[in-house]
Protein backbone atom coordinates (compact mmCIF):
# COMPACT_ATOMS: atom_id res chain seq x y z
CA UNK A 1 0.00 0.00 0.00
CA UNK A 2 1.43 3.29 -0.71
CA UNK A 3 0.47 6.35 1.48
CA UNK A 4 0.63 10.04 0.89
CA UNK A 5 1.52 12.79 3.54
CA UNK A 6 1.71 16.12 1.49
CA UNK A 7 0.99 19.41 3.14
CA UNK A 8 -1.80 21.82 1.92
CA UNK A 9 1.42 24.70 1.88
CA UNK A 10 3.61 22.71 -0.33
CA UNK A 11 0.60 22.03 -2.82
CA UNK A 12 -0.20 25.52 -2.68
CA UNK A 13 3.43 26.53 -3.55
CA UNK A 14 3.12 24.83 -6.89
CA UNK A 15 4.18 21.12 -5.97
CA UNK A 16 2.61 18.38 -8.07
CA UNK A 17 4.42 15.62 -7.89
CA UNK A 18 3.45 13.54 -4.86
CA UNK A 19 6.14 11.98 -1.83
CA UNK A 20 5.01 8.47 -1.65
CA UNK A 21 5.64 6.16 1.51
CA UNK A 22 5.45 2.23 1.43
CA UNK A 23 3.71 1.25 4.46
CA UNK A 24 2.62 -1.57 6.04
CA UNK A 25 -1.28 -2.86 4.71
CA UNK A 26 -2.82 -5.51 7.31
CA UNK A 27 -4.76 -6.00 10.78
CA UNK A 28 -5.56 -8.12 13.51
CA UNK A 29 -8.14 -10.67 11.75
CA UNK A 30 -9.59 -11.16 15.43
CA UNK A 31 -10.51 -7.61 16.08
CA UNK A 32 -11.96 -7.12 12.59
CA UNK A 33 -15.51 -9.05 13.24
CA UNK A 34 -18.13 -7.13 11.26
CA UNK A 35 -21.98 -8.58 11.55
CA UNK A 36 -23.62 -8.03 8.39
CA UNK A 37 -26.68 -8.28 7.03
CA UNK A 38 -28.57 -8.43 3.36
CA UNK A 39 -28.63 -5.02 1.72
CA UNK A 40 -31.20 -3.75 -0.46
CA UNK A 41 -29.82 -4.07 -4.02
CA UNK A 42 -30.28 -1.33 -6.18
CA UNK A 43 -30.84 -1.49 -9.80
CA UNK A 44 -30.48 1.68 -11.53
CA UNK A 45 -27.09 2.79 -11.21
CA UNK A 46 -26.09 2.21 -14.64
CA UNK A 47 -27.57 0.71 -17.61
CA UNK A 48 -25.44 -1.50 -17.78
CA UNK A 49 -25.64 -3.78 -14.67
CA UNK A 50 -27.01 -3.59 -11.17
CA UNK A 51 -24.74 -1.97 -8.85
CA UNK A 52 -23.21 -4.66 -6.05
CA UNK A 53 -23.89 -4.10 -2.55
CA UNK A 54 -20.24 -5.50 -1.38
CA UNK A 55 -18.12 -8.46 -2.23
CA UNK A 56 -20.72 -10.87 0.06
CA UNK A 57 -24.61 -9.36 -0.63
CA UNK A 58 -23.68 -7.52 2.71
CA UNK A 59 -23.86 -5.12 4.59
CA UNK A 60 -22.66 -4.17 8.75
CA UNK A 61 -25.39 -4.22 11.69
CA UNK A 62 -22.78 -3.50 13.85
CA UNK A 63 -19.01 -2.38 14.15
CA UNK A 64 -16.46 -5.00 16.25
CA UNK A 65 -12.63 -2.75 17.22
CA UNK A 66 -10.57 -1.18 14.74
CA UNK A 67 -7.85 -3.07 12.74
CA UNK A 68 -4.97 -0.38 13.73
CA UNK A 69 -5.81 1.26 10.17
CA UNK A 70 -7.21 2.85 7.52
CA UNK A 71 -6.14 3.86 4.07
CA UNK A 72 -7.73 6.60 2.48
CA UNK A 73 -7.64 8.68 -1.19
CA UNK A 74 -8.64 12.20 -0.34
CA UNK A 75 -8.21 15.65 -1.64
CA UNK A 76 -5.89 17.78 -0.88
CA UNK A 77 -6.77 19.84 2.55
CA UNK A 78 -9.52 16.98 3.28
CA UNK A 79 -7.34 14.52 5.55
CA UNK A 80 -5.10 17.12 7.95
CA UNK A 81 -3.16 15.62 10.45
CA UNK A 82 -0.98 18.84 11.87
CA UNK A 83 1.80 18.23 9.61
CA UNK A 84 1.28 21.07 7.43
CA UNK A 85 0.06 23.49 10.01
CA UNK A 86 0.21 22.28 13.68
CA UNK A 87 -3.09 24.29 14.74
CA UNK A 88 -4.44 22.20 11.15
CA UNK A 89 -5.46 18.45 12.93
CA UNK A 90 -8.32 16.19 13.03
CA UNK A 91 -6.63 13.17 12.25
CA UNK A 92 -4.61 13.20 15.36
CA UNK A 93 -7.88 13.07 17.47
CA UNK A 94 -8.96 10.31 15.37
CA UNK A 95 -6.12 8.20 15.79
CA UNK A 96 -6.24 8.46 19.33
CA UNK A 97 -10.09 7.92 19.97
CA UNK A 98 -10.07 4.97 17.61
CA UNK A 99 -6.59 3.25 17.06
CA UNK A 100 -6.77 3.63 13.72
CA UNK A 101 -3.57 5.04 11.83
CA UNK A 102 -4.14 7.08 9.34
CA UNK A 103 -2.91 6.84 5.45
CA UNK A 104 -3.84 8.87 2.82
CA UNK A 105 -3.18 8.67 -1.29
CA UNK A 106 -4.21 12.76 -2.09
CA UNK A 107 -5.86 12.44 -5.47
CA UNK A 108 -5.49 15.16 -8.18
CA UNK A 109 -8.66 14.15 -9.76
CA UNK A 110 -11.60 11.73 -9.88
CA UNK A 111 -10.35 9.77 -12.80
CA UNK A 112 -7.37 9.78 -10.84
CA UNK A 113 -9.40 8.67 -7.60
CA UNK A 114 -11.46 5.90 -9.63
CA UNK A 115 -8.35 4.44 -11.05
CA UNK A 116 -6.69 4.27 -7.19
CA UNK A 117 -9.78 2.28 -5.74
CA UNK A 118 -10.13 0.04 -8.40
CA UNK A 119 -6.78 -1.37 -6.91
CA UNK A 120 -9.14 -2.73 -4.13
CA UNK A 121 -5.76 -0.81 -2.01
CA UNK A 122 -7.81 1.59 -0.52
CA UNK A 123 -10.69 1.60 2.25
CA UNK A 124 -12.58 4.42 1.41
CA UNK A 125 -12.64 8.00 -0.76
CA UNK A 126 -13.70 11.47 -0.46
CA UNK A 127 -15.37 11.17 -3.99
CA UNK A 128 -16.99 13.72 -5.82
CA UNK A 129 -19.80 13.50 -7.56
CA UNK A 130 -18.36 12.75 -10.67
CA UNK A 131 -16.81 10.03 -9.73
CA UNK A 132 -19.36 8.53 -7.21
CA UNK A 133 -22.09 6.76 -9.70
CA UNK A 134 -18.70 5.38 -11.65
CA UNK A 135 -17.91 3.92 -8.38
CA UNK A 136 -21.22 2.12 -7.55
CA UNK A 137 -21.40 0.84 -11.09
CA UNK A 138 -18.03 -0.57 -11.32
CA UNK A 139 -19.13 -1.83 -7.59
CA UNK A 140 -15.64 -0.61 -5.76
CA UNK A 141 -18.08 1.14 -3.13
CA UNK A 142 -20.69 -0.82 -1.04
CA UNK A 143 -24.34 1.08 0.23
CA UNK A 144 -23.35 2.35 3.92
CA UNK A 145 -25.70 1.30 6.76
CA UNK A 146 -26.08 4.96 8.68
CA UNK A 147 -27.26 3.69 12.08
CA UNK A 148 -23.46 3.42 12.41
CA UNK A 149 -22.88 6.72 11.46
CA UNK A 150 -24.58 8.63 14.43
CA UNK A 151 -23.29 12.10 13.27
CA UNK A 152 -25.72 10.96 9.80
CA UNK A 153 -28.07 12.33 11.41
CA UNK A 154 -27.26 15.87 11.91
CA UNK A 155 -26.26 16.28 7.84
CA UNK A 156 -28.39 18.89 5.84
CA UNK A 157 -31.33 16.97 4.51
CA UNK A 158 -30.67 18.52 1.23
CA UNK A 159 -27.28 16.68 1.08
CA UNK A 160 -28.55 13.40 1.51
CA UNK A 161 -29.85 10.45 -0.91
CA UNK A 162 -28.90 12.62 -3.94
CA UNK A 163 -28.36 11.39 -7.45
CA UNK A 164 -24.28 11.16 -6.93
CA UNK A 165 -24.64 9.60 -3.38
CA UNK A 166 -27.31 7.27 -3.99
CA UNK A 167 -29.34 4.66 -5.65
CA UNK A 168 -33.04 3.83 -5.13
CA UNK A 169 -32.80 5.54 -1.67
CA UNK A 170 -29.91 3.77 -0.53
CA UNK A 171 -26.97 5.92 0.54
CA UNK A 172 -23.61 5.18 -0.96
CA UNK A 173 -21.37 7.24 1.52
CA UNK A 174 -21.93 10.37 3.55
CA UNK A 175 -21.88 13.67 2.55
CA UNK A 176 -18.34 15.88 2.91
CA UNK A 177 -19.16 19.46 2.51
CA UNK A 178 -20.00 21.47 -0.67
CA UNK A 179 -19.53 24.42 -3.20
CA UNK A 180 -20.40 26.21 -5.96
CA UNK A 181 -17.76 26.37 -9.04
CA UNK A 182 -18.28 30.69 -9.75
CA UNK A 183 -17.19 32.98 -11.73
CA UNK A 184 -13.89 35.02 -10.99
CA UNK A 185 -13.21 38.28 -12.38
CA UNK A 186 -10.55 41.08 -12.26
CA UNK A 187 -11.58 43.86 -10.68
CA UNK A 188 -9.44 46.45 -12.13
CA UNK A 189 -11.02 45.14 -15.56
CA UNK A 190 -14.87 45.01 -14.27
CA UNK A 191 -15.31 47.54 -12.29
CA UNK A 192 -19.02 46.39 -12.02
CA UNK A 193 -19.45 42.57 -11.14
CA UNK A 194 -20.54 40.56 -14.35
CA UNK A 195 -23.66 38.87 -13.63
CA UNK A 196 -23.63 36.33 -16.33
CA UNK A 197 -21.04 33.34 -17.53
CA UNK A 198 -21.33 34.41 -21.13
CA UNK A 199 -17.61 36.79 -20.01
CA UNK A 200 -16.65 32.77 -20.11
CA UNK A 201 -18.36 31.57 -23.42
CA UNK A 202 -19.03 34.87 -25.96
CA UNK A 203 -16.40 36.08 -28.15
CA UNK A 204 -17.33 39.41 -27.13
CA UNK A 205 -16.03 39.24 -23.67
CA UNK A 206 -13.77 41.73 -22.29
CA UNK A 207 -11.72 38.89 -20.67
CA UNK A 208 -10.95 37.22 -24.34
CA UNK A 209 -7.97 36.12 -24.38
CA UNK A 210 -7.44 35.74 -20.73
CA UNK A 211 -10.70 33.36 -19.70
CA UNK A 212 -9.33 30.39 -17.31
CA UNK A 213 -11.61 27.53 -17.32
CA UNK A 214 -11.35 24.17 -15.59
CA UNK A 215 -9.60 21.25 -17.53
CA UNK A 216 -12.14 18.29 -17.41
CA UNK A 217 -14.77 16.84 -19.14
CA UNK A 218 -16.84 17.53 -16.95
CA UNK A 219 -16.51 21.07 -17.42
CA UNK A 220 -18.80 20.42 -20.20
CA UNK A 221 -21.97 20.17 -18.20
CA UNK A 222 -20.59 24.45 -17.38
CA UNK A 223 -21.42 25.10 -21.04
CA UNK A 224 -24.99 22.99 -20.80
CA UNK A 225 -26.08 25.52 -17.73
CA UNK A 226 -25.31 27.84 -19.93
CA UNK A 227 -27.14 26.90 -22.90
CA UNK A 228 -30.02 26.25 -20.55
CA UNK A 229 -30.59 29.73 -20.27
CA UNK A 230 -29.59 30.99 -23.58
CA UNK A 231 -30.87 28.46 -25.82
CA UNK A 232 -34.25 27.24 -24.19
CA UNK A 233 -35.23 25.87 -27.46
CA UNK A 234 -32.55 23.11 -26.95
CA UNK A 235 -34.65 21.97 -23.99
CA UNK A 236 -32.01 21.28 -21.63
CA UNK A 237 -33.22 20.45 -17.92
CA UNK A 238 -30.28 18.80 -16.26
CA UNK A 239 -26.68 19.81 -18.01
CA UNK A 240 -25.60 16.02 -17.04
CA UNK A 241 -28.66 14.37 -19.22
CA UNK A 242 -27.87 15.70 -22.65
CA UNK A 243 -29.07 14.07 -25.34
CA UNK A 244 -26.65 14.07 -29.24
CA UNK A 245 -27.83 17.52 -30.06
CA UNK A 246 -27.66 18.98 -26.45
CA UNK A 247 -24.15 17.36 -26.43
CA UNK A 248 -23.60 18.90 -29.92
CA UNK A 249 -24.84 21.79 -28.87
CA UNK A 250 -22.75 22.30 -25.58
CA UNK A 251 -19.47 21.14 -27.65
CA UNK A 252 -20.03 24.16 -30.00
CA UNK A 253 -20.15 26.30 -27.34
CA UNK A 254 -16.68 24.85 -25.82
CA UNK A 255 -15.29 25.38 -29.38
CA UNK A 256 -15.70 28.57 -29.72
CA UNK A 257 -14.73 29.19 -26.21
CA UNK A 258 -11.93 27.90 -26.90
CA UNK A 259 -10.68 31.28 -29.19
CA UNK A 260 -10.86 33.13 -26.18
CA UNK A 261 -8.93 31.14 -23.63
CA UNK A 262 -5.71 31.53 -21.94
CA UNK A 263 -5.45 28.82 -19.31
CA UNK A 264 -6.99 25.44 -18.93
CA UNK A 265 -6.15 24.56 -15.57
CA UNK A 266 -6.34 20.89 -13.59
CA UNK A 267 -4.33 22.14 -10.09
CA UNK A 268 -6.01 24.83 -8.62
CA UNK A 269 -2.50 26.65 -7.88
CA UNK A 270 -2.48 27.19 -11.34
CA UNK A 271 -5.67 29.43 -11.51
CA UNK A 272 -4.20 30.94 -8.26
CA UNK A 273 -0.84 31.74 -9.87
CA UNK A 274 -2.85 33.21 -13.38
CA UNK A 275 -5.25 35.23 -10.57
CA UNK A 276 -2.45 36.33 -8.43
CA UNK A 277 -0.31 37.63 -11.74
CA UNK A 278 -3.20 39.20 -13.77
CA UNK A 279 -3.03 36.82 -16.75
CA UNK A 280 -6.22 35.22 -15.69
CA UNK A 281 -9.07 37.94 -16.11
CA UNK A 282 -12.07 35.75 -15.71
CA UNK A 283 -12.72 32.19 -14.92
CA UNK A 284 -14.40 29.84 -13.34
CA UNK A 285 -13.14 28.97 -9.88
CA UNK A 286 -13.60 27.51 -6.35
CA UNK A 287 -14.02 29.64 -3.43
CA UNK A 288 -10.94 28.55 -2.09
CA UNK A 289 -9.03 29.92 -5.01
CA UNK A 290 -10.48 33.24 -4.27
CA UNK A 291 -9.47 33.48 -0.78
CA UNK A 292 -5.89 32.24 -1.20
CA UNK A 293 -5.47 34.25 -4.60
CA UNK A 294 -6.79 37.66 -2.65
CA UNK A 295 -5.09 36.71 0.59
CA UNK A 296 -1.83 37.42 -1.89
CA UNK A 297 -2.95 40.44 -3.32
CA UNK A 298 -5.40 39.31 -6.25
CA UNK A 299 -7.36 41.68 -7.60
CA UNK A 300 -10.29 39.66 -8.06
CA UNK A 301 -14.00 38.49 -6.85
CA UNK A 302 -16.45 35.89 -7.90
CA UNK A 303 -19.94 35.18 -8.02
CA UNK A 304 -22.38 32.98 -8.95
CA UNK A 305 -23.79 34.29 -12.41
CA UNK A 306 -27.52 34.42 -12.65
CA UNK A 307 -27.53 31.22 -15.07
CA UNK A 308 -26.70 28.96 -11.93
CA UNK A 309 -23.42 26.91 -11.64
CA UNK A 310 -21.96 23.09 -11.18
CA UNK A 311 -20.59 22.54 -8.10
CA UNK A 312 -19.83 19.50 -5.88
CA UNK A 313 -20.91 17.82 -3.25
CA UNK A 314 -18.30 15.27 -1.92
CA UNK A 315 -19.03 11.75 -0.47
CA UNK A 316 -16.95 9.68 2.12
CA UNK A 317 -17.25 5.98 0.28
CA UNK A 318 -15.95 2.74 1.73
CA UNK A 319 -14.55 0.28 -0.50
CA UNK A 320 -16.36 -3.33 -1.04
CA UNK A 321 -13.20 -4.37 -0.69
CA UNK A 322 -12.35 -2.80 2.71
CA UNK A 323 -9.31 -4.35 4.57
CA UNK A 324 -10.41 -2.33 7.48
CA UNK A 325 -14.25 -1.40 7.59
CA UNK A 326 -14.61 -0.77 11.15
CA UNK A 327 -11.86 1.75 11.06
CA UNK A 328 -13.81 3.02 7.82
CA UNK A 329 -16.81 3.51 9.54
CA UNK A 330 -15.33 4.83 12.03
CA UNK A 331 -13.44 7.55 10.00
CA UNK A 332 -17.00 8.55 8.12
CA UNK A 333 -18.68 9.35 11.20
CA UNK A 334 -15.47 11.32 12.93
CA UNK A 335 -15.06 13.27 9.51
CA UNK A 336 -18.68 14.75 9.74
CA UNK A 337 -18.93 15.01 13.48
CA UNK A 338 -19.38 18.97 14.20
CA UNK A 339 -15.86 20.04 15.27
CA UNK A 340 -13.97 17.61 12.85
CA UNK A 341 -16.46 18.78 9.84
CA UNK A 342 -15.88 22.35 10.69
CA UNK A 343 -12.21 22.51 10.34
CA UNK A 344 -11.80 20.29 7.67
CA UNK A 345 -14.66 23.19 5.69
CA UNK A 346 -13.19 25.99 6.95
CA UNK A 347 -9.45 24.47 5.69
CA UNK A 348 -10.30 23.41 2.26
CA UNK A 349 -12.89 26.19 2.00
CA UNK A 350 -16.67 25.11 1.19
CA UNK A 351 -19.38 24.78 3.11
CA UNK A 352 -19.88 21.98 5.63
CA UNK A 353 -22.13 19.12 5.68
CA UNK A 354 -22.91 19.14 9.24
CA UNK A 355 -25.64 21.29 10.48
CA UNK A 356 -23.79 22.17 13.96
CA UNK A 357 -20.60 22.74 12.50
CA UNK A 358 -21.59 26.45 11.53
CA UNK A 359 -21.29 27.16 15.48
CA UNK A 360 -17.97 25.84 15.78
CA UNK A 361 -16.02 27.58 12.76
CA UNK A 362 -13.24 29.90 13.96
CA UNK A 363 -14.38 32.50 11.54
CA UNK A 364 -18.47 32.85 12.32
CA UNK A 365 -19.01 34.10 9.17
CA UNK A 366 -17.51 31.10 7.62
CA UNK A 367 -21.06 29.33 6.65
CA UNK A 368 -22.62 32.79 5.40
CA UNK A 369 -19.58 33.20 3.36
CA UNK A 370 -20.48 29.32 1.87
CA UNK A 371 -24.06 29.56 2.32
CA UNK A 372 -23.83 26.36 4.16
CA UNK A 373 -27.66 26.61 5.35
CA UNK A 374 -29.06 28.49 2.71
CA UNK A 375 -31.54 26.12 0.65
CA UNK A 376 -32.44 28.32 -1.87
CA UNK A 377 -28.94 29.21 -2.72
CA UNK A 378 -28.57 26.10 -3.75
CA UNK A 379 -31.25 24.81 -5.73
CA UNK A 380 -29.61 26.51 -9.03
CA UNK A 381 -26.18 24.22 -8.10
CA UNK A 382 -25.63 21.35 -10.39
CA UNK A 383 -23.53 19.42 -8.73
CA UNK A 384 -21.00 17.33 -10.61
CA UNK A 385 -22.83 13.67 -11.01
CA UNK A 386 -21.36 10.88 -14.18
CA UNK A 387 -23.18 11.52 -16.97
CA UNK A 388 -25.20 7.80 -18.32
CA UNK A 389 -26.77 6.50 -21.02
CA UNK A 390 -29.77 6.49 -19.40
CA UNK A 391 -31.19 10.30 -19.04
CA UNK A 392 -31.07 11.43 -15.47
CA UNK A 393 -33.48 13.69 -16.46
CA UNK A 394 -36.34 11.19 -16.71
CA UNK A 395 -36.44 10.78 -20.38
CA UNK A 396 -36.93 7.52 -21.88
CA UNK A 397 -37.52 8.15 -25.34
CA UNK A 398 -33.35 9.36 -26.24
CA UNK A 399 -30.24 8.25 -24.80
CA UNK A 400 -28.13 10.70 -23.19
CA UNK A 401 -24.67 10.62 -24.00
CA UNK A 402 -22.43 8.48 -21.49
CA UNK A 403 -19.48 9.86 -19.50
CA UNK A 404 -16.94 8.09 -21.79
CA UNK A 405 -18.49 9.90 -24.58
CA UNK A 406 -17.84 12.97 -22.56
CA UNK A 407 -14.16 11.96 -22.02
CA UNK A 408 -13.43 11.28 -25.63
CA UNK A 409 -14.95 14.62 -27.13
CA UNK A 410 -13.07 16.87 -24.74
CA UNK A 411 -9.86 15.29 -24.97
CA UNK A 412 -10.61 15.93 -28.88
CA UNK A 413 -12.05 19.69 -27.79
CA UNK A 414 -7.97 20.21 -25.93
CA UNK A 415 -6.16 18.03 -28.61
Partial sequence: MTTTHRSLRRLLAGAAVLSVVAVACGGDDDDAAVTTTAAPVATDAAPETDPPVDDTGTMPTELGAGEGEVNLIAWAGYVEDGSTDPAVDWVTPFEEATGCQVNVQLGNSSDEMVQLMQTG?????????????????????????????????????DLKLQKHNSVEGVPYGVPHGRGANLLVYNTDLYTTAP???????ETDSAAAGSVSVYDSPIYIADAAVYLMSTQPELGITNPYS????????????????????????ALYTDQQAALEGGTALAGTTWQV????????????????????????????????????????????????????????????????????????TADPDHCSTYH?????????VWYWTTPEETCLDGRTDVTCVPYTEWVNAWNGLRS
Fill in 289 to 360: IVNLAKANGAKIDAVKPVEGATGWSDTWMISSKAAHPNCMYMWMDHIISPQANAEVAEWFGEAPANTASCDL
Fill in 195 to 201: DSWGEMF
Fill in 242 to 265: LDQTQFDAAMALLEQQKGIVGQYW
Fill in 372 to 380: AGETDYWTD
Fill in 121 to 157: EYDGVSASGDATLRLIAGGEVAPVNTDLIPNYADVFP
